[in-house]
């Protein structure tokens, strides 16, 4: 090589070393500068159950399949009151009692005049069957020729009289006893019995008070509130656009705002065969869940606010993500683990309720989506990294 040839190459070998030392620098100065990846929320797609439920539009109330607010027939003071509130009663067992001093009087009437139509009835119809005997030898009498045709026909419609008068004796009896009967109705109209078994919620009354029965269309406070407790139900309003989907027996889940944390079994018991129609509320449609197995450690009460969810639509065994991961326009970000970039995807969705969303298309079995949308540079062609110590589900 001679001297102006090795002159020649010299600055373009300069001009390469600059170059290399300029990328460096500027490899360095992006690598130092560059911004940190964003921590990601990632959750994997996997296989499993989708339901599509339907929930109540304003919070339910927890009933009992059987309530009485009850008040005596009949209205007076209040002489026997047999229970307390809280105090569990039997089927048919006397909760209270009014003034009866006078109806008392008049049943013990009614058995005394029955007494003395039986005295009575055993005096006419025995006079009866004398006569009777009297009209029988009368007539052997006449066959003989010892007594006149008058004096026969005198016997005869003597007996005729006195059996008349046994009968009409007879029916006296009847008489009698229906006025025991009416007496005894109107005892019982001042006695209140339990029509079932259960607890006693509620006493409206104390001893000595005048105790008056509900006329229809006037609210009156029942003497005593009864409650069967040993069955209960959840009522709650349903929106009408969803009312189609429900029918009896499909199963639901009740939580109550009481017992925290918990949820219980339910099964649909009865669907409103209306739309219930009230000024400046939306149009609802009632519905009744009972409790397949109702709680026992905890202390359920009537009157707690609760909530149904109610399942109508099953998929088993199909792809599934968590309903928060979709975007808008049905779509959601990928995350590729080689890259570490993220990637716009457009899916098909299934059934979907509040948690899980069942997809159709777009994805596979696998592929981790991010879960954490609302934080701040999440977006498609984002470098993330994935939170430490939370691993995909």
């Known amino acids: 090589m001679t001297l102006s040839q090795h002159r020649e190459r010299n600055p373009i070998l300069k001009y390469l070393i600059y170059f290399i030392v300029l990328l460096l620098l500027a490899g360095t100065a992006w690598y130092f500068t560059r911004p940190e990846p964003v921590h990601v929320k990632l959750a994997k797609v996997k296989r499993g159950a989708v339901e599509a439920t339907v929930s109540n539009t304003r919070a339910g109330t927890v009933k009992a399949c059987r309530r009485a607010k009850l008040a005596p027939p009949a209205g007076g003071q209040i002489a026997h009151l047999l229970v307390k509130k809280g105090e569990r009663v039997k089927a048919d067992q006397i909760l209270l009692e009014l003034w009866n001093d006078d109806l008392q009087a008049q049943a013990r009437l009614a058995e005394q005049q029955l007494k003395t139509v039986n005295t009575r009835i055993d005096e006419v119809c025995t006079v009866a069957d004398l006569s009777s005997k009297e009209a029988a030898r ?121 017992i925290k944390g918990k949820s219980f079994a339910g099964k649909v018991k009865r669907v409103a065969p209306y739309v219930l129609e009230l000024e400046k509320q939306a149009r609802t449609v009632e519905v009744e869940v009972e409790f397949v197995n109702p709680p026992t450690a905890e202390n359920l009460l009537v009157g707690y606010s609760a909530d149904v969810e109610i399942i109508h639509t099953t998929h088993d065994k199909v792809l599934r993500i968590p309903t928060q991961a979709l975007l808008e326009g049905k779509r959601v970000l990928v995350y590729s683990p080689v890259s570490g970039v993220l990637e716009d995807r457009a899916v098909t969705t299934g059934l979907s309720n509040w948690e899980l969303t069942e997809i159709i298309s777009g994805l596979n079995e696998g592929d981790q989506i991010v879960l954490s949308l609302d934080q701040a540079g999440v977006k498609a062609g984002a470098r993330v990294q994935p939170e430490i110590g939370k691993p995909v589900k």
């Open 138 to 258: 009368a007539r052997q009498l006449r066959e003989r020729g010892f007594i006149s045709p008058e004096g026969l026909e005198r016997a005869e419609a003597d007996a005729k009289a006195k059996q008349a008068s046994c009968r009409s004796a007879r029916s006296e009896i009847e008489q009698s006893r229906s006025r025991i009967a009416v007496a005894q109705a109107g005892l019982r109209r001042m006695v209140l019995r339990a029509p079932f078994a259960g607890i006693v919620a509620d006493i409206s009354g104390e001893l000595g008070e005048y105790a008056t029965p509900s006329p229809p269309g006037i609210p009156t406070p029942p003497a005593i509130d009864l409650i069967d407790d040993r069955c209960m139900f959840v009522s709650a309003p349903i929106d009408e656009v969803d009312a189609a989907n429900i029918k009896a027996g499909q199963v639901s889940r009740i939580t109550l705002d009481a």
